[in-house]
């Protein structure tokens, strides 16, 4: 099912293809309803960061009935496949609670066999509607990436892997920090195509259940803006 060797497809269902505008409240007081649409998904996406950078967070799903339901199963809307920066917990930057999203982290957003297969599992077991790739401003993993390149810097064996996976998206019509911020950009599409190319996704994102789209976090302003 999962492949090694990814072929570089386009990402079908992009951000601004479904649109980021702002709806109401997702779900009614005591029966919260999960979106059940790519489209819906991401609205709820959109509204939860602009709680966060807004500090107007909800911190919703957290009281006992919302853990005691919990046990009986789960029911995610969203995938968010991001770094392992701890600037960047997707619950917070989101402003969603216990059950919402599933979250799979990785420095840079390299993809392997483990992390390819917790997206499968969630969209093909959970019936997840959307996956996020999100990159976030100031990564230190495209950072090091974009630094051993330059250098030749010989990185510790583990930090070497995800320099060389972060590599063929080096953006090298820049320079200095400018080249490792195109880089950041470079990898969520890199990642976002290469999710989307993958066979099974693929037939999801056709079928219209699914779509995958990248994003990037900027630190300053807490904002989550779409990758084109």
Known sequence: MLRGALGGGAALGT???????LA?????????VRPSTPAAALR?????????????????????ADRTAAVSGQHPFALVLGCIDSRVPPELVFDQGLGDLM????????????????VAYGVLELGIPLVMVLGHQSCGAVTAA???????????AHIAYVAEQIRPA?????????????????????????LAGEPDLADAV???????????????????RPVA
Request: glycine fraction near 12%; hydrophobic fraction near 40%; aromatic fraction near 2%.
């Open 15 to 21: 951000a601004s293809g479904l649109g980021l505008a």
């Open 24 to 32: 109401g409240p997702a779900g009614a007081a005591g029966a919260p």
């Open 44 to 64: 709820e996406l959109t509204r939860g960061n602009r709680r966060w950078r807004t500090r107007h967070q909800t911190h919703p799903h957290e009281a006992a």
């Open 103 to 118: 979250t799979v982290r990785s420095a840079g957003e390299v993809l392997d066999e483990a992390v390819l297969g917790s």
């Open 146 to 156: 974009v630094r051993a390149d330059e250098t030749g810097e010989q990185l510790p």
């Open 170 to 194: 080096i953006d090298r019509s820049h320079s200095g920090q400018a080249r490792v911020d195109a880089t950041i950009t470079a990898q969520v599409r890199l990642v976002r195509d290469r």
């Open 206 to 224: 056709a079928a219209g259940r699914l779509a995958v789209v990248g994003a990037r976090y900027e630190l300053l302003s807490q904002r989550v």
